[in-house]
């Protein structure tokens, strides 16, 4: 059974034919319209590339904003143009295809633990660290989505009281202190301090780049990512206790100059430190094209088994 993942982005509309090992067999990429009705039409005339060249049992959608409990319905997504729009039912119609929804961290997560750095594990957590974090989490296969469909907002667990602003509203969220946006803001913060080459107003890329050739600042400013990534992992363990963290997004990125030194600080500050075990912290396997494969799974179960799944 071949089905199509597709990656709903505020740049671009990403599709991909997927086995059922998780392996893509070919993709298609058309730029983000801006208006809900355009983009609906660019999804269908992307998936038609490929069903015209494969056969199709079903397409799923990862959508980086909140999905319905039924996953029909795209609630809000702050990148897109669907507001409380019954996405699932209007492409289905189109395609003449079984389609569902679903939010593009739960999509990667999916993605690592039947086929990347989380396979075998019973609870699976995934942080995707880019301009902000995303989260999901597997409990024995299937993902955890909460009462209403929207949890978990790991980015916007609050770890520093009365600290930086954050988009949502509230102050010192986990992404305000770890996220690309974070590792600039942190790094523009300590400009002046120490022997640094970045400009004023680096890009959290600008920062990693910088701290990778030794930079003084930069490295500072990674070190402090690092010790919220920490932090905010012990706080992941103490709710939910996994198995396994997997670590993606374009930050996962520069992983080697802080995933080590992370692990050190959740190690010491998760509850019972020295008298538990620890998850497992791992980088992603399958990088930019984890939400396509785990949104491709997904649409698989949903043609096999029905709504009720993963």
């Avoid at 809900?36 to 397409?59: F, H, K, M, S, W």
Wanted: with cysteine; net charge negative; aromatic share 4%.
């Amino acid at each position: 059974m071949l089905t199509i993942g597709v990656d709903v982005g505020g740049t671009s509309v990403r599709a991909a034919v997927a086995d059922e090992h998780g392996q893509i067999l070919r993709m298609h990429r058309v730029p983000t319209p801006k208006t809900g009705p355009e983009l609906n039409t660019a999804i269908a005339e992307t998936v038609r590339v490929l069903t015209d060249q494969y056969p199709i049992d079903g397409v799923g959608l990862a959508v980086a904003g909140f999905v319905s409990e039924n996953r029909r319905v795209v609630r809000f997504a702050p990148h897109l143009p669907w507001r409380h729009v019954a996405v699932a039912d209007e492409l289905s119609h189109r395609l003449g295809l079984p389609v569902v929804l679903e939010h593009d961290a739960n999509a990667a997560a999916v993605a690592e633990q039947r086929f990347g750095a989380a396979v075998g594990a019973r609870v699976a957590a995934l942080v995707a660290i880019g301009t902000g974090i995303g989260g999901a989490l597997v409990i024995d296969g299937e993902v955890f989505r909460g009462a209403f469909g929207v949890a978990p907002e790991l980015g916007h667990l609050r770890l520093v009281p009365d600290g930086r602003k954050c988009p949502c509203g509230k102050s010192g969220c986990w992404e305000r202190y770890c996220s690309g946006t974070a590792l600039a803001a942190t790094a523009a913060e300590l400009i002046g301090t120490g022997s640094t080459s970045l400009p004023a107003e680096p890009s959290g890329f600008d920062v990693a780049r910088a701290a990778d050739a030794g930079d003084e600042v930069a490295v500072r400013a990674v070190d402090d990512l690092a010790r919220w990534l920490g932090e905010g992992l012990a706080l992941v363990a103490d709710v939910y206790d996994p198995e396994v963290v997997v670590i993606s997004g374009g930050v996962s990125d520069s992983a080697h100059l802080f995933l080590d030194k992370a692990r050190d600080h959740y190690a010491a500050a998760v509850t019972g430190s020295g008298h538990r075990p620890l998850a497992r912290i791992r980088v992603a396997h399958h990088g930019d094209p984890a939400a396509m494969i785990g949104a491709a799974a997904i649409a698989r179960q949903h043609v096999l088994t029905g709504p009720r799944v993963l």
